[in-house]
């Protein structure tokens, strides 16, 4: 064990390098053990690491593949697959042709070929056919009016996936005779496969009922062409596909725990789907952390108590932060001369926000260390200024773009420390 500080920057560096797209497809092929005639399909934003680390994997019994990432998120060429960037979080028209060279390569495959279906976030974007009827101009248009409305990625989605050929199992169903194994990357809490850029080869669990509620809960007003494709029901069961999550928030956490307890900490995970507003997710790890120093519990020190999720945060002022940094700003308030603990949390992306941080990490001395520098923990967090106020008192985390994107690592992390000062 070295400095609570050092320990947790281990913590987060060691488990997000466990969890990389490349290390588990490759770990999963090996299981699979899949037969020579593979045609490879990849989409979303880790798209390209996927493929890569695949090709690597099954070189020639590779006979043909499509990737397709967002633009700039490309490495360059991978022999013998056709690389793609298009349009995210908006799709576009490289969206439409290189989904449309993904469809041409698995129609007509026969029972003896094997379709490897490599997922990530960033899929609904960056995958799309729209049903005839539709054009790319709607759904352009419908993608916007859902990002704004206040819908969740799993209500999102349950529309997205009925205006699309290739979505809602839909491109499973392209595929078949052939087998699709899916390996997929989840962005979505609780791991919902159907959600997960909208379950292309995933049986969906939303029905054509739930869409109209959701069109009634946001008051969406589509046109009547829009509404019509909303009527068709997708797949509820598929014959032809198995699916394996490669990576997650319940990994990176699991692998965090794992990092804890080599260093000597006790170690557990209180959840994997926290989803409330940052600041109050703040005040409530800080209760926590309090507990522990004052009655050590729920765990016997040192420890480390993980969480993992994405909170939210309301933006109402004008400053620079995001969803990790704004949590541990409001948990130093409620940690204040306790000492013995330290709350970090950070996007497993590496980006938190639109900042050039991965997220922050407080102790007891932090909201002291801000009132000497005369700012108001409030005030920042009502301006929504949480970068700032923590770049001023050395409490940021970077790491840098990581290559995995798997929600936010949380943890409160104590030693042996009992010391609450008055
Ligand atoms: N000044 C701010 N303070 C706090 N949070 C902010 C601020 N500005 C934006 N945000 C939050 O940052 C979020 C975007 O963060 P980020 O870019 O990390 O996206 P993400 O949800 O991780 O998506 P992705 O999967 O693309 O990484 C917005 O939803 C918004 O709530
Ligand atoms: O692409 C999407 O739909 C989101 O990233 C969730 O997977
Ligand atoms: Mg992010």
Redesign the pocket.
């Given at each position: 064990m070295k400095s609570l500080r050092e320990d947790a920057i281990r913590i987060i560096e060691d488990s997000i390098s466990s969890i990389l797209p490349e290390k588990a497809v490759e770990q999963e092929l090996k299981k699979l053990d899949l037969d020579d005639k593979i045609y490879l399909v990849a989409i979303g934003?880790a798209a390209w690491r996927m493929a890569k680390s695949a090709k690597d994997c099954l070189k020639d019994k590779v006979k043909g593949g499509v990737v397709i990432t967002k633009y700039g998120h490309s490495q360059g060429p991978i022999e013998g697959l056709k690389i793609y960037e298009a349009g995210h979080?908006i799709p576009d028209e490289n969206t439409i042709s290189s989904t449309k060279e993904a469809v041409e390569l698995v129609k007509g495959l026969s029972k003896d070929d094997t379709v490897l279906f490599l997922v990530s976030?960033?899929g609904s974007a960056l995958f799309e056919l729209p049903v005839d009827g539709v054009s790319l101009e709607d759904i352009k248009n419908v993608t916007d009016m859902l990002l704004r409305c206040g819908a969740n990625i799993v209500e999102i989605n349950a529309i997205r996936k009925r205006m699309s050929q290739v979505k809602g199992g839909r491109f499973a169903l392209m595929a078949s005779p052939a087998r699709v194994y899916s390996l997929v990357l989840s962005?979505v809490l609780g791991d919902r496969l159907d959600s997960i850029a909208s379950g292309p080869a995933y049986p969906d669990s939303t029905t054509c009922e739930d869409v109209r509620k959701i069109i009634r809960k946001y008051d969406l007003k589509l046109p009547r062409h829009i509404l019509q494709s909303l009527s068709e029901e997708t797949p509820k069961s598929l014959d032809n596909v198995e699916t394996r999550i490669i990576g997650s928030v319940s990994k990176v956490c699991e692998s965090a725990k794992n990092v804890a307890v080599s260093l000597g900490y006790n170690a557990m995970i209180l959840t994997t789907t926290l989803d409330c507003e940052?600041s109050e997710a703040g005040l409530f790890l800080a209760a926590i952390a309090r507990e522990e120093v004052e009655k050590e519990r729920p765990i016997k020190r040192p420890c480390v108590i993980i969480l993992g999720g994405?909170t939210?945060?309301?933006?109402k002022?004008t400053?620079?932060?995001?969803?990790n940094?704004?949590l541990v700003l409001s948990a130093a308030r409620g940690i204040k001369n306790y000492h013995g603990a330290v709350i970090a949390s950070i996007?497993t992306?590496g980006?938190?926000?639109?900042t050039d941080a991965a997220g922050g990490i407080v102790d007891g001395k932090t909201a002291k260390a801000l009132e000497e520098a005369g700012i108001d923990i409030d005030d920042v967090l009502n301006d929504?200024?949480?970068?700032h106020a923590l770049q001023k008192v050395n409490s940021l985390i970077r790491t840098g773009p990581t290559g995995t994107?798997v929600?936010?690592l949380i943890f409160i992390l104590c030693d042996e420390t009992k010391v609450r000062e008055n």
């Open positions: 934003k979080p976030g960033g962005d940052a994405e939210v945060v309301h933006v002022g400053g620079k932060g995001g969803r940094q704004e996007g992306d980006t938190d926000g639109p929504n200024d949480s970068y994107n929600n936010d």
